[in-house]
Each structure stands twice: as C-alpha cells, then as structure tokens.
C-alpha cells in the first residue's frame, strides 16, 4: 500500500507518520519510508541523529541515475534526459517493487533498525540556500512521484511518505499516487482549514482521506473535531508522554507506548490494509496518463523539445502489464 500523511506544520504530521513506520515495523511488514517534506525530519522521528539524517543521499541528486534505471528497454522513451517527473511507464520499463535490491535502492535508500524491525528510508533532500530563487522544492519531490508512477506494491508491503505541510501537496500530480491519505489534524480552525482545503482538491480525483485527530486533550476537542470533520475522522491520538520523551532526544521502546495510542496506530494499519482492496490500477494509471500530458502541454514540450505526450503506451496498465519489468541494470547506476 502507498500510504500518505499530510496536515497543517505543527500538526505532528512527521510524528504520527514515523511512529506508523514503526508499528508496521515492529509487525514484521516490509515498509519504504519517504521524507518529502520541505523540512526533513522523518530521519531523526525514526532514530537517526541530525549528522546522520544529513548525510542521507538526496533523491534528485541521483535523478538522471534513476530515470536511466526505470527507462529500461521502453521503446517510447528514447532517452533518459527525456523523462520528466510524471513520464508514465510503458512495456520494457523497469518496475520498482517494495521487497527487492536494485540500483536505485542501493543508490538512495538507507537501512534503520529500528528498537522493533527495520525500514529502508528515501529522502528528497532539503531545500538549501543554494536552491533559493533557481528553483521550487516540488522540483525535489518530482523523484518521489516518477518513482511512485514505477512501483508495484503488494498487500501486506507499505511505503509510506511523510509529505510537505498545507496545501503544497497539489503543486504537481504527487498527491494521486496514494491509494489512502492520512490527514492529521488538530483541533483548531487551522488545521480544519487545511482538511477542508484539501478534502476540496482531493475530491475530483477520488483521493481516499481519512482524518487522524492529534493533540486531543478531551471531550470537547473531540466533539470540534467530529462536527467539522464529520465522517472523514478515523480516529485521534491523545496526548503521549512516550511522544514528548522522543521529541527531547530519547530513544524509547515502542512497546512502552501508550496502550490506547499503540491501538490508534493499529487503527491506521487496519484501515490502510483495506485500501488495498479498494485499488483501481486501471485509474492510478490513467491519472498518471493525465498530469504528464498536463505537464508536457504546459512547460515540459518546449523544454525537452519534443511532444513528450508520445511517451505514454496506450495499452499499459501498472499491475496488469508485468512483462514490462526487465532486470539488467544500465552500468551508470550503483551506489
């Protein structure tokens, strides 16, 4: 499953997001982590020190490696420099799967072990001084979409992206990979704001979003947040000493966390497995078609300098076209 975690900053969007990295974990599921926010904090949320999480490898620093790596034999892409963050894949294009080694994991991807389990953590990079006034942070997270467009995921496997805060989500077409979006939410006219904002945008494209209450201190913050949200509200996490110790620099057990807080995060899983069943590859692949030809209209044609809408196979559907997937590596990708 891909799942999602979006919200307002300061929502505990990151938190919430790394103690369901966790739980999964700890049940032995094979989980892909991605910090796409502006701020990359997922690394240090799931153990890793500031100097550690600093020395991750950026995704768009091994953009070209990767695209040579998905291209694969795709007699529609004629060369790497070709593709764009939302080039669909076609038959002879290299799928990437959850369970697996290949180049771009072994370029990009950093195994955690966690107190419970291991993840294997991708990261965008952060936004540096360098990139101010040249460029935009969604053109960081272009390489979580391309790689989202090239996944096949099974039940029972997760990867799971702790996204930018707020509405920057629907700067490009990242936002559609997801087959469930969590939105965490506090218990405030903000944070309703940013759920209403985004449950709006999200509704044409038949984004699945569910609510996770944070923050909640009682029945009242309750009751605000069951009458603005209404049946968008899965559930909520409550206060959380366990939360406030790992945000002060200690490492404690999962197991030591709070009993009713543990089952919010089995809530998560539960209703992230039963998406599954609700996928329409037939659609994800069509969405994909949508916002590369979008983007090939807008900008990316003039500055590529071919149509770049003759990329897309018509007979390919993600899922259904298996024999797409080829194995060899290009000798310009390794770690």
């Not at 180049?103 to 990079?125: K, N």
């Not at 965490?184 to 509704?203: C, F, G, I, L, N």
């Amino acid at each position: 499953m891909k799942i999602a975690f979006v919200g307002k900053g300061g929502s505990g969007k990151t938190t919430l997001s790394a103690l369901f990295i966790r739980h999964l974990a700890a049940l032995g599921r094979p989980v892909v982590a991605v910090d796409a926010d502006i701020n990359q904090h997922l690394g240090p949320a799931l153990g890793l020190t500031d100097d550690q999480a600093a020395e991750l490898p950026p995704l768009g620093g091994h953009l070209p490696e990767i695209k040579e790596y998905l291209r694969g034999s795709n007699p529609l892409i004629r060369s790497s420099d070709e593709m764009i963050k939302t080039t669909p894949p076609g038959r002879g294009s290299r799928l990437l799967r959850i369970v697996e080694e290949n180049p771009v994991y072994a370029a990009c991807a950093r195994p955690i072990a966690l107190d419970e389990g291991s993840v294997r953590l991708l990261a965008t990079g952060a936004f540096t001084e360098e990139d101010l006034g040249v460029t935009c942070y969604h053109s960081k997270v272009g390489a979580v979409e391309l790689l989202l467009n090239h996944l096949l995921d099974g039940p029972g496997e997760y990867l799971v992206t702790d996204m930018t805060a707020g509405s920057d989500s629907f700067a490009s077409g990242l936002f559609t990979r997801f087959d469930l979006t969590f939105l965490v939410a506090e218990p405030t006219r903000k944070a309703v704001s940013v759920y209403r904002q985004y449950r709006d945008y999200a509704r044409d494209f038949g984004v699945q979003l569910r609510v996770v209450g944070n923050k909640v201190q009682g029945p009242e913050d309750l009751a605000f947040l069951r009458r603005e949200v209404g049946g968008d509200l899965l559930t909520t996490f409550g206060q959380s000493e366990w939360v406030r110790r790992l945000e002060q620099g200690a490492e404690p057990p999962l197991r030591s966390l709070e009993p009713a807080n543990r089952a919010v995060l089995d809530e998560l899983r539960i209703e992230a497995d039963a998406a599954y069943g609700r996928r329409d590859t037939r659609r994800y692949t069509e969405q994909a078609v949508l916002f590369h030809r979008r983007n090939a209209e807008s900008w990316a044609n003039s500055k590529v300098g071919i149509d770049l809408t003759t990329q897309v196979d018509e007979d390919f559907v993600l899922g259904e076209c298996a024999e797409s997937d080829t194995r060899t590596a290009p000798a310009g990708v390794r770690a």
